[in-house]
């Protein structure tokens, strides 16, 4: 059965960082790109990073590059997302979800994803 879990959210002040992990299970990364999607209050959801089956590249939403970044332990099932200079408008739930296509680069288009985890809440307050 495929999984995903996301873990490592919390409240941390403007300016900290934040690392959040998407532990997988029921597949392998190599086969599947995972993307890391986010949806604030009131806020439709929207793509903040990917990364493509294999490893092969990364893909970031403009608001987000230059603090973001997304990386993968293929050992331990992992995809993390580090998150640098977290600002009050970074509060939100994070999902991570795995595109099933074979092929191709991952993108930050939600209907491609078919499996999504259950999230995690940033919250970036003083």
């Known amino acids: 059965q495929l999984q995903l879990v996301e873990s490592g959210g919390g409240l941390v002040q403007p300016g900290g960082s934040l690392r959040l992990s998407c532990t997988t299970s029921?597949?392998?990364?190599?086969?599947?790109?995972i993307g890391w999607f986010r949806q604030a209050p009131g806020k439709e959801r929207e793509g903040v990073s990917c990364?493509?089956?294999?490893?092969?590249?990364?893909n970031y939403a403009d608001s987000v590059k230059g603090r973001f970044t997304v990386s993968r332990d293929t050992a331990k099932n992992t995809v993390y997302l580090q998150i640098n200079s977290l600002q009050p408008e970074d509060t939100a739930g994070y999902y991570c979800?795995?595109?099933?296509?074979?092929?191709?680069?991952?993108?930050?288009?939600?209907?491609?994803?078919?499996?999504w985890g259950q999230g995690t809440q940033v919250t970036v307050s003083s």
């Open positions: 990364i493509s089956r294999g490893g092969l590249g990364t």
């Open positions: 979800a795995a595109d099933l296509r074979p092929f191709g680069r991952c993108i930050l288009t939600e209907t491609v994803y078919e499996y």
């Open positions: 029921g597949f392998t990364l190599d086969s599947y790109a």
